[in-house]
């Protein structure tokens, strides 16, 4: 069988927390997956992050790395953890190569350390945001206290201020 050829850039959505999320949504397929771990915290380790861009920096013939961090809910990692990755994206940059974080979160735990981070580091946010206020009402609870939530950050004023970095879906 001929050798394939490497790409030169590749796309791997990391996944720091897992499947944990602080919210239960009624229509979530991805809470169930909590449960073929049990005892798992759920938690990337600074030797596995390291590990992670080390080689995902190392895979790369571009100069252009994409770096996206999905969830369950990322931002249960907090601020810290990923502060950690852009300095290991630092140590292990090459030459002329750049990178763009990415980001979906449902946006309930941001504050104004999160957005400045993300508008320091040039992050770009995706909100999961599930419809009007009325739909999310029925269908996006919170875990903690099982009622209802609006997503209270979504009109945070933090947002404001990188509002030129923030998508939504």
Not at 98 to 118: P, R
Request: hydrophobic share 35%; charged share 20%.
């Amino acid at each position: 069988m001929p050798e394939r050829p490497i790409p030169p850039r590749i796309h791997v959505l990391a996944k720091p927390s897992g499947a944990t999320c602080n919210l239960a949504c009624a229509y979530c397929f991805f809470l169930d997956k909590e449960l073929l771990y049990p005892g798992s915290k759920f938690r990337m380790t600074e030797e596995t992050l390291e590990a992670y861009i080390r080689q995902l920096i190392e895979t790369h013939r571009s100069n252009q790395v994409t770096v996206a961090w999905q969830g369950g809910e990322p931002t249960l990692m907090v601020v810290d953890f990923y502060r950690k990755a852009i300095e290991l994206q630092e140590k292990y940059r090459k030459p002329g190569m750049t990178f763009e974080n990415t980001m979906q979160t449902n946006g309930t735990l941001l504050n104004d350390e999160w957005c400045q981070f993300f508008k320091e580091n040039n992050f770009l946010i995706g909100l999961s945001l599930d419809g009007p206020v009325s739909c999310m009402m029925r269908t996006v609870w919170t875990k903690a206290a099982r009622r209802p939530t609006t997503r209270s950050c979504v009109a945070c004023a933090c947002c404001k201020s990188m509002a030129s970095n923030i998508t939504s879906s």
